[in-house]
């Protein structure tokens, strides 16, 4: 089968080497103006940790963090590689973010919100949906109300609702998503788990996306680099696939020690049965044989006090006789 042709280069990779560039800033505006479901404008373009390269981590993860124009502070992340602990992760992400931005002397108020978008191409959590936005609320014990800001601190922070304060994280479930792309944000996620635009394009940043990330508009080092990234990814993935296959073999291997000596060990539990059940009959047939012989003992010894009573009853009657025949 004929492998198909990309057109557009993985979003990940645009992450990592065009989308840094303010140029390019569009594309990202669009996609998060989808997902929020606002107006947004990307300002800045912050330092994370995930903006680094490190050896042994090229493809699994990609993290990219800006600013916005109304201050805050977005982290978009790509998992591709399944984590059990990555709702952990996610909260610690932005718990260390808020504890960096805070500077000695100013005031709680000046903390930024943080939005947490995660791109995940594994099966995280267990849901039907493919898009999820957590938020922080407070519900009342007693009257289930929810508890909001009172108008002094609206005014005084310039905020309507604690959702402002506290962090939103959105889940994409990129792989759980179905093609049919009937919003903005669908035809988002069309692109994103297939790297191709759907038939109608009407989301905000599509069309940059398609001009900014079209393979062969690429530079001849951007190609470069492109093709080093995909042969990287390609390695990674038959690296993995070769662990998993190791992984299962050892895991077979080990499942047919445990059956063999399972079996084994079943066999010296039955002959030990076997041996002890001997070892009872033997000493049951023992014990019947010491009866029987105790038995033919005391039979003997009636017998013998028989004959010993019938001779003194003999002798006492000759004694008797004798006695007789005197007088």
């Known amino acids: 089968m004929r492998a198909k042709i990309r057109q557009f280069v993985s979003f990940d990779w645009a992450m990592k080497k065009l989308l840094r560039s303010k140029a390019n800033f569009g594309v990202l505006n669009g996609f998060l103006s989808e997902l929020l479901e606002d107006d947004i404008t990307i300002t800045e373009l912050l330092e994370s940790e995930g903006g680094r390269e490190y050896a042994l981590d ?47 002397g100013e005031i709680y108020a000046d903390i930024d919100q943080v939005i947490s978008v995660n791109l995940v191409y594994f099966e995280l959590g267990q849901g039907t949906d493919y898009v999820y936005c957590g938020q922080t609320s407070f519900r009342g014990r ?5 508890l909001g800001l009172n108008d002094n601190q609206k005014k005084g922070l310039g905020l309507e609702s604690i959702n402002e304060i506290f962090p939103t994280f959105y889940i994409l479930r990129i792989n759980e998503f179905n093609d049919l792309a009937k919003t903005g944000l669908d035809q988002w996620i069309y692109f994103l788990k ?3 635009l759907p038939s109608e394009i009407t989301a905000k940043g599509l069309y940059e996306a398609k001009e900014k990330l079209d393979i ?52 010296k539990e039955e002959s030990l049965a ?6 009872r009959q033997k000493e049951e047939s023992l014990a019947r044989e010491a009866e029987e012989c105790r038995q033919k003992e005391e039979s003997l010894k009636r017998e013998a006090e028989e004959r010993r009573q019938k001779e003194e009853a003999f002798k006492r009657i000759a004694e008797l006789e004798a006695q007789l025949k005197k007088t």
């Open 216 to 267: 062969m508009k690429l530079s001849g080092a951007e190609r470069a680099a492109y093709d080093e990234y995909q042969e990287q990814l390609r390695i990674e993935a038959s690296e993995i696939e070769f662990s998993i296959k190791r992984a299962e073999k050892a895991e077979n291997k080990l499942k047919e020690a445990q059956r063999h000596e399972g079996e084994e060990r079943r066999q």
């Open 58 to 104: 090229k493809a699994n993860r990609v993290d990219f963090l800006v600013k916005d124009s109304s201050g805050k502070r977005i982290i978009i992340e790509i998992q591709y590689k399944d984590e059990a602990d990555y709702f952990h992760r996610m909260a610690f992400g932005v718990s260390k973010l808020i504890a960096s931005s805070i500077k000695k």
């Open 142 to 146: 007693h009257d289930n109300d929810l």
């Open 194 to 196: 297939n790297e191709a």
């Open 274 to 279: 076997r041996e002890a059940e001997e070892r």
